[in-house]
């Protein structure tokens, strides 16, 4: 498939914007790197990252373990590196259910509006009326049984609590970029030479969506990992020995501060992970706003 002129054109100024801001810059490269140690961490990683040497125990950053060890003889370097991967996991798939089913929802709702939307919308409201974290708290306590544990995999079930409470941002989204589109007069014409709904959905305003999706993206890559951290600390999320950032911060708070290089790690590369996604999400959010690239 051929490129056109206008478009290696278009890709070439998009190129020189992101160099033209330093953070957007700074976020992209970040995000290259995690991405590079989600790929190939355990082939990078000097240990590996569930393997005990209780000999080894509490050993301080240094030469041989560049991030110390943990209260298992792990090296805290090979289990931080492991949960990059997890996490990426984590907020690809966050991203991935909150995005179809928001999007299916909002842009129902704004489509076709009348019933549909008050209804959708109304429980949109329901569920943003709750604090992420502590909805996302409820969730995980439902599906936790209190004598037999979790029904499903701690992980896959703090992966699905995440997304119930993110898909109201992509729904609100998408419903009010589905009423902005449909008013405009391509959408006009398509109805008049009788274009299905279906067809106008996905080829006239889904494509006009897909900006503010991308960086609405960008930000739930972040937040979504946040609060899987917070899931873990307080003991709902990840559980031991699996190498997720909140769950390594869990089992090296009661440490602190005398062993303070086995939550501080991990609560850097959170830091890390978060603020690179904020960066370019940001920088994203300047770049594809059709206003700020004239």
Same mark, same amino acid.
């Given at each position: 498939?051929?490129?056109?002129?206008?478009?290696?054109?278009?890709?070439?100024?998009?190129?020189?914007?992101?160099?033209?801001?330093?953070?957007?810059?700074?976020?992209l490269?970040?995000?290259?790197?995690?991405?590079?140690?989600?790929?190939?961490?355990?082939?990078?990683?000097?240990?590996?990252?569930?393997?005990?040497?209780?000999?080894?125990?509490?050993?301080?950053?240094?030469?041989?373990?560049?991030?110390?060890?943990?209260?298992?003889?792990?090296?805290?370097?090979?289990?931080?590196?492991?949960?990059?991967?997890?996490?990426?996991?984590?907020?690809i798939?966050?991203?991935?259910?909150?995005?179809?089913?928001?999007?299916?929802?909002?842009?129902?709702?704004?489509?076709?509006?009348?019933?549909?939307?008050?209804?959708?919308?109304?429980?949109?409201d329901?569920?943003?009326?709750?604090?992420?974290?502590?909805?996302?708290?409820?969730?995980?306590?439902?599906?936790?049984?209190?004598?037999?544990?979790?029904?499903?995999?701690?992980l896959?079930?703090?992966?699905?609590?995440?997304?119930?409470?993110?898909?109201?941002?992509?729904?609100?989204?998408l419903?009010?970029?589905?009423? +902005?589109?449909?008013?405009?007069?391509?959408?006009?014409?398509?109805?008049?030479?009788?274009?299905?709904?279906?067809?106008?959905?996905?080829?006239?305003?889904?494509?006009?969506?897909?900006?503010?999706?991308?960086?609405?993206?960008?930000?739930?890559?972040?937040?979504?990992?946040?609060?899987?951290?917070?899931?873990?600390?307080?003991?709902?999320?990840?559980?031991?020995?699996?190498?997720?950032?909140?769950?390594?911060?869990?089992?090296?708070?009661?440490?602190?501060?005398?062993?303070?290089?086995?939550?501080?790690?991990?609560?850097?590369?959170?830091?890390?992970y978060?603020?690179?996604?904020?960066?370019?999400?940001?920088?994203?959010?300047?770049?594809l706003?059709? +206003?700020?690239?004239?």
């Amino acid at each position: 498939m051929r490129i056109s002129e206008s478009s290696k054109k278009e890709m070439r100024y998009t190129w020189h914007l992101i160099k033209q801001s330093k953070l957007t810059l700074i976020g992209l490269i970040l995000v290259l790197v995690l991405v590079f140690i989600a790929i190939f961490g355990p082939l990078l990683a000097p240990y590996d990252p569930y393997e005990t040497n209780y000999v080894e125990t509490l050993n301080p950053p240094g030469w041989k373990h560049l991030l110390g060890t943990d209260i298992h003889g792990r090296d805290v370097l090979s289990r931080v590196m492991a949960g990059t991967r997890i996490s990426f996991m984590l907020g690809i798939v966050v991203v991935g259910i909150a995005l179809i089913l928001g999007g299916i929802l909002g842009i129902l709702a704004g489509f076709f509006g009348g019933w549909r939307d008050e209804v959708i919308m109304r429980i949109m409201d329901i569920i943003m009326s709750f604090p992420d974290l502590v909805l996302a708290m409820a969730i995980m306590a439902a599906i936790r049984d209190p004598v037999e544990g979790y029904s499903l995999n701690p992980l896959v079930g703090c992966m699905v609590a995440i997304a119930v409470v993110t898909i109201p941002r992509y729904a609100r989204l998408l419903r009010g970029e589905t009423l +902005r589109v449909k008013e405009t007069s391509f959408v006009e014409s398509a109805r008049a030479v009788g274009c299905s709904n279906m067809r106008i959905v996905f080829t006239h305003i889904l494509p006009n969506c897909l900006a503010p999706v991308m960086i609405q993206a960008t930000m739930t890559l972040g937040s979504a990992v946040l609060t899987a951290a917070g899931l873990s600390f307080i003991g709902l999320g990840a559980q031991p020995p699996t190498p997720e950032w909140g769950a390594i911060c869990v089992e090296g708070r009661n440490f602190l501060p005398d062993w303070w290089w086995i939550s501080t790690f991990p609560g850097v590369a959170i830091l890390i992970y978060v603020l690179s996604f904020n960066l370019l999400g940001d920088g994203l959010r300047d770049i594809l706003d059709p +206003r700020l690239r004239r």
